[in-house]
T-cell receptor
Framework: EADIYQTPRYLVIGTGKKITLECSQT?????MYWYQQDPGMELHLIHY???????EKGDLSSESTVSRIRTEHFPLTLESARPSHTSQYLC????????????FGQGTRLTVV | GEDVEQSLFLSVREGDSSVINCTYT??????LYWYKQEPGAGLQLLTY?????DMKQDQRLTVLLNKKDKHLSLRIADTQTGDSAIYFC?????????????FGKGTHLIIQP
């Protein structure tokens, strides 16, 4: 079983609030990712990181930001939540080698009202 | 660019075999993956196949790869109600890459009693 955790599992929050979605992994993986999964279930990469102090934008533009101060943590922040941010957010990590099997967390389902 | 295509739905009777198909465009793909997502959960890696292999079998799962046609399939023998989930095909390029895997849109497997 993968050792990657996301909190909270579910979050309902009002418009304009600042939120941080937590993601932690204990596998020592350098690479970490955030995916947004829309109602049609398609996965979109929104952020990724090569390692500490590395953050990059993914394929889908997102108003969220990420940080990577420690290898284990890759939090995602929305400064001012809006209903359009309502989605499922999935965090993943992988080793830095050719077979980049990604391990996923359970996801955070965010609802902005 | 990279593209991974899957049918959105597949309905099978309990006890029958399920075959989920996937096509990809990136000829440099090294590893191809099948992930399973149950309702409200993250993605779980089911199996993967290296691009120089034609077939891989693991208990009830059989993966077939036709590299010439860029076609990947997942066969689930003796489909059970617990197999009901969304199945994602994914690929990564040779040498990996910090932007991780490219996913298909997922195939919803529906089991009829």
């Amino acid at each position: 079983e993968a050792d990657i955790y996301q909190t909270p599992r579910y979050l309902v929050i009002g418009t304009g609030k600042k939120i941080t979605l937590e993601c932690s992994q204990t596998m020592g993986h350098d690479k970490m990712y955030w995916y947004q999964q829309d109602p049609g279930m398609e996965l979109h990469l929104i952020h990724y990181s090569y390692g500490v102090n590395s953050t990059e934008k993914g394929d889908l533009s997102s108003e969220s930001t990420v940080s990577r101060i420690r290898t284990e943590h890759f939090p995602l922040t929305l400064e001012s939540a809006r209903p359009s941010h309502t989605s499922q957010y999935l965090c993943a990590s992988s080793q830095d080698r050719e077979n980049t099997e990604a391990f996923f967390g359970q996801g955070t389902r965010l609802t902005v009202v | 660019g990279e593209d991974v295509e899957q049918s959105l739905f597949l309905s099978v009777r309990e006890g029958d075999s399920s075959v989920i198909n996937c096509t990809y465009t990136d000829s440099s793909s090294t590893y191809l993956y099948w992930y399973k997502q149950e309702p409200g959960a993250g993605l779980q890696l089911l199996t993967y196949i290296f691009s120089n292999m034609d077939m891989k079998q693991d208990q009830r799962l059989t993966v077939l790869l036709n590299k010439k046609d860029k076609h990947l399939s997942l066969r689930i023998a003796d489909t059970q109600t617990g197999d009901s989930a969304i199945y994602f095909c994914a690929e990564n390029e040779s040498g990996g890459g910090a932007d991780g895997l490219t996913f298909g849109k997922g195939t919803h497997l529906i089991i009829q009693p």
